[in-house]
């Protein structure tokens, strides 16, 4: 792909063909009768030739449009979401018992949490979704639960939930890409595809395009990757989940190394969307990658004005750090440790961005301590990675390679081709002085995405030129080769 998704436009109005006028007495007569027979729709005079659904319908209120995306699990405009919440409380003041409107409460909050980065909506919908579990225990309510967990991290109790909303109703396919989510958290890229397969067999359509794009990006299927989340966000018709689609366009381009073109597509999905901060930061990492540094620290700035994410902290005091600001960088990493605090008080878990955080800038026995906590209880491609990179750091560099060795290979689920994974395993290895396996693997990172890291990248290269070119073959003697 090498251009952004264009937004599609509307058809134009057909236009109406003129009435033919009638004259004299039997015109008259035609037109009395025509106005004797109108129709009368929704208390508007309509004509005989006024066809009604010629009529382009009025748009949905922001409440009934979040309700939509809510109950597909699509992603929702923060304004329409903001709206639903207020809507839903009113309605349960009054009718209190009502249980599906607790769990479309819940489930509302929930996206908003995670449009913000606010996790103090997180203890509101478990509130909300456990009450509406009290009341009636639904397949609806428990997926709620299920998107709750997962928004939290704790991708155990997502699987519980989403696998007990499944016994209630099988085929309610909203369900399905939660639990896509969580065994992929866990590790359990198996369950993950059946799961996508019996995900397709029930829907079609951007949602499922866009889950489908998700794993087979994990599976490395870059091309196959590419093209669902393309038809994702050319077949949205939200805005918001257009926008929503475009980012994991523009994310995959960015992993892929392609920085023009995942700069459109951050773009276009910000214009669609101003309050897509995801694709506000993917701004920032794009255009640093393109030099262009001024604007990229100002992207990052307005990403975490809005969207405070600890993992857009990190990249930022990162990119600080590479420009020799440390002061600024010291600013951004404190910002992490603190929202890292205030997310768990809410119940989240971000021992993940906290150890490769710790790791590189902080305690590396404190990011192994962590890390290997995270990887009994979920242990996930992402964990493998991180907590191979901080017994490396940690200087325990055997153990190190075993992690780094699973979060790169495809027998266990490490299909995704991750510059940063590559990058991780090539280092470990020439620390341990297996000079080839570290050419390949750190040769690798730069050609999966030569920007992949504005810290780390000067590295892979000093570490490529310390380890120089790879030695020739030596030809076997003829005599010996006959053998």
């Known amino acids: 792909m090498d251009k952004a998704m264009e937004t599609p436009r509307e058809p134009r109005e057909a236009g109406r063909s003129r009435e033919p006028r009638e004259t ?36 949905p209120a922001p409440g009934a449009q979040a309700l939509t995306a809510v109950t597909a699990g699509a992603p929702a405009a923060l304004a329409d979401l ?14 209190p018992e009502d249980a599906g409107s607790w769990a479309v409460l819940g489930a509302a909050y929930v996206e908003q949490g995670r449009r913000t980065a606010e996790t103090t909506y997180y203890p509101k ?9 009290g009341l009636e225990r639904t397949a609806a309510a428990l997926g709620g639960l299920a998107a709750l967990a997962n928004a939290r991290r704790d991708f155990r109790a997502a699987r519980t939930w989403g696998e007990a909303a499944l016994k209630l109703d099988g085929k309610r396919w909203t369900t399905y890409p939660l639990l896509i989510d969580a065994y992929t958290g866990l590790g359990d890229w198996k369950a993950a595809g059946r799961t996508l397969e019996r995900l397709q067999e029930l829907r079609s359509g951007p949602a499922v395009m866009a889950g489908a794009g998700a794993v087979y990006r ?18 949205a018709e939200a805005p918001a ?42 701004q920032g990492r794009a255009l640093a990658a393109l030099g262009r540094t001024t604007e990229a620290l ?43 605090r205030l997310a768990a008080a809410s119940g989240v878990d971000e021992a993940l961005v906290l150890g490769r955080f710790e790791a590189d800038h902080g305690d590396p026995r404190a990011a192994v301590a962590r890390l290997r906590d995270e990887w009994r209880r979920q242990p996930g491609i992402a964990v493998a990675d ?5 017994l490396h750091r940690a200087g325990r ?87």
């Open 125 to 133: 919908a478990d509130e909300a979704l456990r009450t509406s579990v």
């Open 24 to 59: 004299g007495r039997t015109g008259r007569r035609l037109l009395v009768g025509a106005l004797a027979g109108c129709l009368l729709l929704g208390g508007t005079l309509m004509l005989p030739w006024e066809r009604p659904e010629t009529r382009a319908p009025a748009p």
């Open 241 to 282: 989940e257009r926008a929503a689609y475009l980012e994991r366009v523009g994310q995959l381009a960015w992993e892929r190394g392609e920085r023009e073109v995942a700069l459109r597509n951050f773009q276009e999905a910000v214009r669609i969307d101003p309050d897509q901060r995801a694709a506000q930061a993917g």
């Open 298 to 340: 100002n992207a990052y700035r307005v990403a975490l004005a809005k969207q405070p994410d600890p993992r857009y902290a990190l990249e930022l005091g990162e990119l600080y750090e590479s420009l020799g600001l440390r002061q600024p960088a010291r600013i951004q990493y404190d910002l992490l440790r603190e929202r890292v």
């Open 397 to 483: 560099h055997e153990e190190a390679l075993r992690y780094a060795a699973r979060a790169t290979d495809k027998a266990h689920g490490g299909g995704v081709r991750s510059a940063l994974y590559a990058y991780h395993r090539g280092m470990i290895e020439k620390e341990l002085e297996k000079d080839g396996p570290a050419r390949r693997h750190l040769q690798e990172a730069l050609l999966i995405n030569p920007y992949f890291s504005p810290l780390h990248v000067p590295d892979a290269r000093a570490a490529l030129a310390e380890l120089g070119a790879e030695p020739p073959r030596e030809e076997l003697p003829v005599a010996d080769a006959k053998r």
């Open 82 to 95: 903001a709206a639903l919440i207020g809507e839903r409380e009113a309605h349960l003041r009054r009718h």
């Open 386 to 390: 991180a907590l191979g990179w901080a």
């Open 218 to 235: 994990d599976r490395g299927w870059r091309e196959d990757a590419m093209a669902q989340l393309s038809d994702a966000a050319a077949g």
